[in-house]
């Protein structure tokens, strides 16, 4: 009986566990969004941060100068942490440089190893966009160190795997999720 229960055990944590992609007007919300950040504070702030830096440089007054250069610095830290934000709501490479590059700098940024197995010939606009998010949201739930393989494939029918191993011995977990792009 206690084989049995080790067994059942093993196999119900040997299935994969299904991940739920975005739908098509959650994508669009997210980069909406992630660009009204891009767009607004994040330049707006990056404005600030080079206007302190030329006051910085330019003022007589050594303790002026150290006041400006302190709020500079705060103002270069939360601009870092916008965009931080602006890229966990929806990675910018990922519009730009296409599936591919986007999640490698994704998992690069979160210090994952990535092996990526993709179609041979680029997903469209709305399947690159939904599997690109699914992926990406998958890869922010990590550890750093872990070791993840995603497997894509499909066009109209996309099947997404992903197989992660975080460090510390936990076992490794297989996901899956089928989105359908038109």
Aim: proline share 6%; with cysteine; hydrophobic share 45%.
């Amino acid at each position: 009986m206690h084989r049995l229960v080790r067994w059942f055990r093993w196999s119900a944590a040997a299935l994969p566990t299904p991940l739920r992609p975005p739908d098509r007007d959650t994508v669009r919300l997210r980069y909406q969004l992630e660009r009204v950040l891009h767009d607004g504070a994040v330049a707006e702030i990056s404005a600030l941060a080079l206007e302190l830096g030329m006051i910085s440089a330019t003022t007589r007054d050594a303790a002026v100068a150290a006041q400006v250069a302190a709020a500079q610095d705060r103002v270069t830290g939360i601009l870092d942490d916008l965009r931080c934000v602006e890229s966990w709501i929806y990675p910018p490479v990922l519009a730009s440089a296409g599936l591919g590059p986007g999640l490698r700098a994704v998992a690069e940024r979160l210090d994952l190893r990535l092996l990526l197995d993709l179609p041979r010939t680029e997903l469209g606009g709305p399947a690159r966009s939904r599997t690109g998010l699914l992926i990406a949201d998958h890869l922010h739930t990590l550890r750093p160190g872990s070791v993840v393989r995603v497997r894509v494939r499909g066009r109209r029918i996309v099947r997404v795997s992903i197989t992660d191993q975080q460090p510390g011995g936990v076992a490794r977990r297989a996901h899956r999720a089928v989105l359908r792009c038109e």
